[in-house]
């Protein structure tokens, strides 16, 4: 392998300081907005279904910049997502085993 590929595509792969700071901040948003939703009177589906978007949205950045996985091939982000399904599938399972029991 040729050194000049090796450091051409780590610049590729390299993010910038100020996007970091940009997810951070977000984070640190969605954050205070979870914890804001914990002291809101509202039902608790509500408000289950919007903690569960918000901690969507922080995983899925976490996911793409802090791991990665935006600057990555498409075949990477297929096996992160297949495992996530797969993940949720073997919660599914259980949790359903779980609540059926006598």
């Known amino acids: 392998m040729n050194s000049n590929n090796h450091t051409n595509s780590m610049d ?6 100020a996007a ?25 589906m509500g408000a289950l279904l919007i903690a569960v978007a ?5 995983a899925s950045l976490v996911a793409l ?15 992160f997502v297949f495992a996530i399904f797969a993940l949720a ?6 949790f359903s085993d779980y609540a059926f029991r006598s």
Do not use: C, P
């Open 12 to 17: 590729q792969h390299s993010s910038t300081v």
């Open 20 to 44: 970091s700071v940009v997810v951070f901040v977000l984070l640190i948003i969605l954050t205070i907005a979870t914890v804001v939703l914990s002291g809101m009177n509202i039902s608790s």
């Open 54 to 58: 918000i901690a969507t949205i922080k």
């Open 65 to 79: 910049f802090f791991m990665h996985l935006h600057y990555e091939d498409i075949i990477f982000r297929v096996f």
């Open 89 to 94: 599938g073997i919660f599914l399972l259980t």
